[in-house]
């Protein structure tokens, strides 16, 4: 069959509403295989005072079930495998120069991180209502974490209201601990509340809005860092737009998404998301992408390590808590067919203190850039 | 995995429903629900009890809006595409027209006659939300019989599928669902009468998915004469349609497919051809010369 | 770069969608998450490598990502 006419367009959208195809509940199965390549760009030697300048590799493999179960029940299974090695800052110094430079590891040799997600949804008329665990596992990191979350469509199904809370609580066990001073066991929990508010605006454009608010309490400083104290508690919100609109002459889609975060760490970050999902034929979608971020400085960020402060005061150097910014371009191609899609993009990761909307004093030299590859795989049954 | 094999009386024709399953008792109780679910839609819709939604809608014209249910609404929501798709010709208020044409007729009704059964005919007349209608003008009629026949066969098969079954056909009165394949791994095969030659196959096809329609003016029609038109009559000009003698689409779904069957029967001459043609489905089209258009012939 | 303006133009009026006039919002590149696998790995990455994290949805398990 080639490409439909608009008629048959037309009656099939018209199809779906009746209560015989009544999609609420996935009609089959899907299963997404992905393979991801990440490589951070190594950093010049001359900001690199002791330790190795390359920094991180890491192949990531995902795996993802959907599946309908009986009539108003699906399951999710998602798991993921990655391996990474590369080397990681451990401090700040300032330089002869006068500028800060970074104590790096030793390149690592390879470490591993498997984590397992279920989740079961149970759908009805108007609502779904999703009960999710997952269990994240590498040498020195364990991560459980729960998710309850519930959806409900308005009468006239042009609108969605969401609702969701997870906790989650991780023990850290850092390698080497003794060796290097390190703690050698610790704690940390997160309990978050997110809600969003779905709105279709025309039969083209549809607009999201979210919110949520998280809390953390526990070890929250970097273990692996020579000198990193951070505050045991930890209170971060955010809001998000995301917009959709597909322009029929062009026969593509625009997403534009904003997001504002702000935490009592005295960081705030503006993240823009802009993407065009072009259709070339009916097999065929090009998707150029662009992303903009911008964070502003933490309250205790220090340029470089700072030894003579009293060690319970909170101090990091971690270019994490820096102010800057960052911009990222990426293209991604996919291949649609009936039971198969296949993509390939490609994003190009690119940091830099001047983006930043409260710029710290020098540029960190940690700052990273990276290149992300990836291969998705879909199969539907 | 054996094959499970129904046949029954419904909506004025007769039905099948094939379908492969290993345990006897599951699949007595997968035929009941597929039966109930279709006397369910018969006894929702139908004209001649008195009960229906249908009846409750056409007692009312010329008064107050009556208030339906999602699924009545969403059919006559696609009802209504399928009249912007037709031009006006796809009308399921042209029932009435019955009365212009009984059977027994020696001519064509006088001009007065179209006028008095024309005046109340329009889906363009009728006022719509999304949880009622309204029929302005007494003695306007809606007519499901275009859609629901179809959409049971395409409500039967869905509720198969969500029983697990993965191979099935649902054939009520020549629309056809299907799902999955034969035991030999082949796709199902259905047999499409010859419109001249009662009682032999003019094209046997082979359905992988989706679903078969045939619209014809052979089986249900309206004599005139010595003539024999179809059962489908223009809303806009009052007379039946007098084109192809047959008409067989294969789409995802029978509502879709049978939709596309009645568009096309009602269109004059070429712009039936033209209008199956640019739908890019798969059919077969047998015109008043007995010649056959449509990718379906090759089979 | 506040533009955040710039989005709350968007917020124009809300027509009536008629149920038939669907179609096109349900194409896979008109849903809020068109590629769910590759977004949760997006997401990974990018708040394991910046401060921000949230506003949509609650988070998974997470890593001891340095």
């Not at chain 2, 969500?162 to 056909?169: N, P, S």
């Not at chain 3, 533009?3 to 096109?24: A, D, I, K, M, N």
Request: aromatic share 8%; charged share 20%; proline share 4%.
């Amino acid at each position: 069959m080639k490409h439909k006419s608009s008629t048959v367009a037309a009656l099939t959208g018209a199809a779906m509403s009746l209560p015989a195809f009544a999609a609420t509940q996935p009609a089959e199965s899907t299963i997404s295989v992905s393979l991801s390549q990440y490589h951070e760009a190594d950093i010049p030697s001359d900001k690199v005072v002791v330790g190795s300048n390359e920094r991180y590799d890491i192949e990531v493999g995902k795996f993802k079930l959907v599946t309908p179960i009986g009539a108003d029940w699906s399951l999710t299974v998602d798991t993921t495998r990655e391996t990474m090695s590369g080397a990681s800052p451990w401090g700040t110094l300032y330089g002869t120069t006068g500028e800060p430079n970074l104590i790096m590891s030793g390149a690592t040799i390879s470490e591993s991180r498997t984590s397992l997600a279920i989740s079961s949804t149970r759908y009805t008329d108007k609502a779904s209502y999703t009960l999710g665990v997952s269990k994240s596992e590498e040498n020195d990191y364990k991560a459980t974490s729960y998710q309850v979350s519930g959806e409900w469509d308005r009468e006239d199904k042009l609108s969605t209201f969401a609702l969701a809370f997870s906790y989650s609580s991780d023990e850290l066990s850092p390698t080497d601990a003794v060796l290097y001073g390190r703690v050698p066991e610790a704690n940390q929990r997160s309990r978050s509340i997110s809600g969003s508010w779905t709105q279709v605006l025309s039969k083209n454009a549809v607009l999201q809005s979210g919110i949520s608010l998280t809390k953390k309490d526990g070890y929250l400083s970097d273990p692996y860092k020579l000198l990193d104290v951070r505050p045991d508690e930890k209170t971060q919100w955010a809001v998000s737009l995301r917009y959709r609109h597909f322009y029929d002459n062009r026969n593509a889609a625009l997403h534009l998404d904003y997001r504002y975060y702000d935490d009592d760490w005295g960081i705030d970050s503006h993240t823009i998301d802009l993407s065009w999902h072009q259709n070339l034929g009916v097999r065929f979608q090009l998707v150029p992408r662009i992303r903009i971020y911008s964070q502003a400085e933490a309250s205790f960020f220090e340029a470089a390590d700072d030894y003579s402060l009293p060690r319970d005061q909170p101090q990091s150097s971690d270019y994490r808590l820096s102010g800057y910014g960052a911009l990222s371009v990426g293209l991604k191609a996919i291949y649609k067919l009936p039971a198969w899609t296949v993509s390939l993009s490609v994003d190009q990761y690119r940091s830099d203190e001047r983006f930043g909307h409260n710029e710290s004093q020098y540029e960190h030299p940690a700052l990273l850039d990276f290149t992300l590859t990836n291969l998705g795989l879909e199969y539907r049954f | 995995m054996q094959l499970r094999y129904i046949r029954f009386k419904a909506m004025g024709c007769p039905c099948e429903i094939r379908f492969f399953h290993h345990d006897d008792a599951e699949a007595e109780r997968l035929a009941d629900i597929c039966l109930t679910e279709i006397r369910r839609l018969e006894a929702k819709y139908s004209r001649y009890l008195p009960a229906s939604v249908t009846n409750q809608i056409n007692d009312a014209a010329g008064c107050d809006p009556v208030t339906i249910d999602p699924e009545t609404s969403a059919l006559l929501d696609y009802a209504h595409t399928c009249f912007n798709q037709s031009d006006g010709l796809f009308d399921v208020t042209s029932g009435v027209l019955r009365h212009l044409w009984h059977d027994g007729l020696l001519d064509t009704p006088p001009p007065s006659e179209f006028e008095k059964w024309l005046a109340i005919v329009g889906w363009q007349k009728v006022h719509r939300t999304a949880t009622s209608i309204a029929l302005p003008l007494a003695g306007m009629e809606i007519d499901f019989g275009g859609v629901v026949k179809e959409y049971a066969a395409d409500a039967t098969l869905a509720l198969l599928s969500q029983e697990g079954v993965r191979d099935c056909l649902v054939n009520l009165g020549g629309d056809i669902a299907v799902l999955g394949r034969l035991a030999n791994g082949q796709p199902w095969e259905v047999g499409i009468t010859h419109p001249e030659l009662p009682g032999q196959v003019i094209a046997s096809i082979q359905v992988g998915s989706g679903a078969i329609t045939t619209s014809g003016s052979y089986e249900r029609f309206i004599r005139i004469g010595d003539k024999k038109f179809s059962h489908l009559i223009n809303p806009v000009t009052g007379i039946p349609a007098d084109n192809l003698q047959s008409v067989t689409v294969v789409a995802p779904k029978a509502i879709i497919a049978g939709s596309i069957c009645t568009i096309a029967m009602l269109r004059e001459q070429e712009d039936a051809l033209d209008f199956l043609n640019s739908t890019h489905l798969p059919f077969l089209s047998v015109d008043k010369l007995g010649t056959c258009h449509g990718s379906l012939q090759k089979e | 770069m506040r533009l955040l303006f710039l989005v709350l133009v968007l917020l124009g009026g809300c027509e009536t969608v008629q149920p038939w006039e669907r179609g096109t919002l349900a194409r896979p590149e008109m849903q809020l998450d068109s590629d769910p696998l590759e977004t949760t790995l997006m997401e990974q990455v990018y708040e394991s490598k910046e401060a921000a994290s949230g506003g949509n949805g609650a988070a998974g398990a997470g890593c001891g990502c340095n």
